[in-house]
């Protein structure tokens, strides 16, 4: 070989390893950065995933929460709609066995209903007040159920109401 083809060479050796040097450089260099790119990428992810994992918690906080408000409503609906019923049952059995007698007054003062009532209590009557008459059993139990159903229709609006509340308070989430 001459020695400009061994110097031609010699150049050609040189660049190759010249090249080769570069790249083995930027391959540290871009790996260097690939690597700190994946560990930012990896605390964004940590950091997304631990904010949703909070807002999950805090999600099923307010469901507990939510839903033990409308147990205690329930419940107190429940004791309420109970205690009705019994006074009602109390009141319709007190009318039943004479124990009670329902009245009420009389208008004495109304010419056009051509009933003859007298204004005041018979003798021996405890009554004060203006002209009463009393009512028949049957028309007392049938005034006391329907009383009763208007308890139980306030007692429950009022529950309906309470429900309203308690959600409309609450944040909205998404179950």
Request: with cysteine.
């Amino acid at each position: 070989m001459s020695p400009a083809a061994l110097k031609l060479a010699g150049v050609v050796v040189m660049l190759l390893i010249t090249a080769g040097g570069v790249w083995q450089v930027q391959d540290w260099r871009y790996g260097k950065q690939l690597v700190e790119q994946a560990g930012l990428h990896q605390g964004d992810l940590a950091s997304i995933s631990n904010a949703a994992a909070a807002q999950v918690r805090a999600d099923q906080d307010k469901r507990l929460a939510l839903e033990q408000r409308l147990s205690a409503s329930d419940k107190s609906h429940h004791e309420t709609l109970t205690n009705a019923q019994t006074n009602q049952a109390r009141l319709r059995d007190r009318l039943a066995t004479a124990d009670l007698r329902l009245s009420v007054l009389l208008d004495t003062t109304d010419s056009a209903g051509g009933c003859s009532v007298p204004a005041g209590p018979g003798p021996g009557g405890v009554v004060h007040g203006g002209a009463r008459a009393r009512l028949d059993p049957a028309h007392a139990q049938r005034i006391v159920a329907i009383t009763d159903a208007g308890d139980q229709g306030l007692i429950a609006l009022a529950a309906c109401q309470a429900y309203v509340r308690a959600i409309g308070s609450s944040d909205h989430f998404s179950p």
